[in-house]
C-alpha cells in the first residue's frame, strides 16, 4: 500500500541527510506538545537568532530531545551553537528560515487576495466532502483536530492505468505528512517558488491488483470542490490536477493564482502543509 518514498532526496548519499531527523517524532511532538504550543526542530531552527530557548518549554519525551540536540541536516555542526545553550551565537545561513521570522506580525493577510468573486449561485460554505476537510472550500483540517478527532488514516480513490481497477487506498496523515514536510524544508530552497520535477510528475502508488508500478493514479472527480486535497498531497500526487483545479485551489485560498503549472502547483503543496501545520515554515 505505501509506495516507496518519491522524493529524490531518498538518493542522497550523505549520511549525515537523514541524521538527527526522526519524522514520526517531528510531528508526534507538534501534537504531543499541543498544550505547551508548537515546538519540533523545524521551529526551533527558524526562531530568530537573538532568540533565548530558555522561554521554551523544555524538552519531553527523549525522542524529541535527541531531535532537538542534532542539527537539521543543511547546518554544518561546526556551524551551528549547541540547541540546549541559551547564548546568543551568529546565525548560521539559513536556506528554510520563512520570512515571517523575522517579524512578530503576521503577513499573511497581506499576501493574500482579499476579495474572492464567487459565481452566482456558488456559496463560500460547502458541506466538507471528506472528514477531513473543512466547510470552506480548498480547505482541510488541522494535524491538531484530525488528532483530537482521532483521524489518522486519508483515504482516497485511485484507479490502475493498466488494468483500471478502481479501488480506495489509505494513507497514515502523520507519516506522509512528515515525508513532505520534511521533503519541503529540505529543498525549499532550491525550489525557488516552482514544483520539483518529481511533483510535476509524481510517481503513482503499485496497483494493488496487478502489480504494476507507477500506475494507481488518483481519481480526481469532475466537481472540484470534491477534490481529495489532502490525499492528493500526502501522496505527493498534487501534480495529477490539471493547471485548472490548481488554479480553484488557489482561488478559494486566497493566493495568487497566476503563472504556470510549476509555480501554482508549489503554491498548492504550501498552502496545504500551512493548513495541516499553521505554525509550520510554510510561508511563501
Ligand atoms: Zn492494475
Given at each position: 500500500m505505501n509506495k516507496p518514498?518519491?522524493?529524490?532526496?531518498?538518493?542522497?548519499?550523505?549520511?549525515?541527510?537523514?541524521?538527527?531527523?526522526n519524522p514520526n517524532a517531528l510531528y508526534n511532538s507538534i501534537i504531543g506538545d499541543l498544550s505547551l504550543g508548537s515546538l519540533s526542530p523545524f521551529h526551533i531552527a527558524t526562531?530568530?537568532?537573538?532568540?533565548?530557548?530558555?522561554?521554551?518549554?523544555p524538552p519531553r519525551g527523549g525522542l524529541q530531545r535527541q531531535s532537538l540536540s542534532l542539527p537539521p541536516p543543511e547546518f554544518s555542526a561546526a556551524a551551528l551553537p549547541p540547541l540546549v545553550a541559551a547564548a546568543p551565537a551568529p546565525a548560521p545561513a539559513r536556506r528554510y528560515q520563512p520570512r515571517q521570522s523575522s517579524s512578530t506580525k503576521p503577513r499573511k493577510k497581506n499576501s493574500s487576495s482579499p476579495s474572492l468573486r464567487l459565481k452566482?449561485?456558488?456559496?463560500?460554505?460547502?458541506?466538507?466532502?471528506?472528514?477531513?476537510?473543512?466547510?470552506?472550500?480548498?480547505t482541510v483540517h488541522t494535524l491538531h483536530y484530525l488528532d483530537f478527532k482521532k483521524i489518522h488514516e486519508i483515504k482516497g480513490e485511485v484507479q490502475c492505468r493498466r488494468c483500471e481497477s478502481r479501488y480506495e487506498m489509505g494513507f497514515d496523515l502523520i507519516k506522509k505528512f512528515s515525508e513532505v514536510a520534511k521533503f519541503v524544508w529540505e529543498n525549499r530552497g532550491e525550489m525557488a517558488d516552482r514544483a520539483p520535477e518529481v511533483w510535476m510528475n509524481p510517481s503513482l502508488p503499485t496497483c494493488?491488483?496487478?502489480?504494476?508500478?507507477?500506475?494507481?493514479?488518483p481519481v480526481i472527480p469532475r466537481s472540484k470542490k470534491a477534490i481529495n486535497w489532502l490525499f492528493l498531497l500526502l501522496g505527493q500526487m498534487l501534480g495529477c490536477c490539471t493547471l485548472n483545479q490548481l488554479r480553484y485551489f488557489c482561488k478559494h485560498t486566497r493566493h495568487h493564482r497566476t503563472g504556470a503549472k510549476d509555480r501554482v502547483l508549489y503554491l498548492t503543496y504550501l498552502s496545504l502543509c500551512k493548513q495541516l501545520d499553521p505554525s509550520g515554515p510554510f510561508d511563501r
Amino acid at each position: 500500500m505505501n509506495k516507496p518514498p518519491t522524493n529524490p532526496s531518498d538518493s542522497n548519499s550523505d549520511s549525515s541527510f537523514h541524521l538527527g531527523w526522526n519524522p514520526n517524532a517531528l510531528y508526534n511532538s507538534i501534537i504531543g506538545d499541543l498544550s505547551l504550543g508548537s515546538l519540533s526542530p523545524f521551529h526551533i531552527a527558524t526562531l530568530p537568532p537573538s532568540s533565548s530557548l530558555e522561554h521554551l518549554p523544555p524538552p519531553r519525551g527523549g525522542l524529541q530531545r535527541q531531535s532537538l540536540s542534532l542539527p537539521p541536516p543543511e547546518f554544518s555542526a561546526a556551524a551551528l551553537p549547541p540547541l540546549v545553550a541559551a547564548a546568543p551565537a551568529p546565525a548560521p545561513a539559513r536556506r528554510y528560515q520563512p520570512r515571517q521570522s523575522s517579524s512578530t506580525k503576521p503577513r499573511k493577510k497581506n499576501s493574500s487576495s482579499p476579495s474572492l468573486r464567487l459565481k452566482k449561485g456558488k456559496s463560500e460554505t460547502i458541506t466538507p466532502p471528506y472528514e477531513w476537510a473543512t466547510n470552506r472550500r480548498a480547505t482541510v483540517h488541522t494535524l491538531h483536530y484530525l488528532d483530537f478527532k482521532k483521524i489518522h488514516e486519508i483515504k482516497g480513490e485511485v484507479q490502475c492505468r493498466r488494468c483500471e481497477s478502481r479501488y480506495e487506498m489509505g494513507f497514515d496523515l502523520i507519516k506522509k505528512f512528515s515525508e513532505v514536510a520534511k521533503f519541503v524544508w529540505e529543498n525549499r530552497g532550491e525550489m525557488a517558488d516552482r514544483a520539483p520535477e518529481v511533483w510535476m510528475n509524481p510517481s503513482l502508488p503499485t496497483c494493488r491488483y496487478c502489480g504494476q508500478e507507477n500506475s494507481a493514479k488518483p481519481v480526481i472527480p469532475r466537481s472540484k470542490k470534491a477534490i481529495n486535497w489532502l490525499f492528493l498531497l500526502l501522496g505527493q500526487m498534487l501534480g495529477c490536477c490539471t493547471l485548472n483545479q490548481l488554479r480553484y485551489f488557489c482561488k478559494h485560498t486566497r493566493h495568487h493564482r497566476t503563472g504556470a503549472k510549476d509555480r501554482v502547483l508549489y503554491l498548492t503543496y504550501l498552502s496545504l502543509c500551512k493548513q495541516l501545520d499553521p505554525s509550520g515554515p510554510f510561508d511563501r
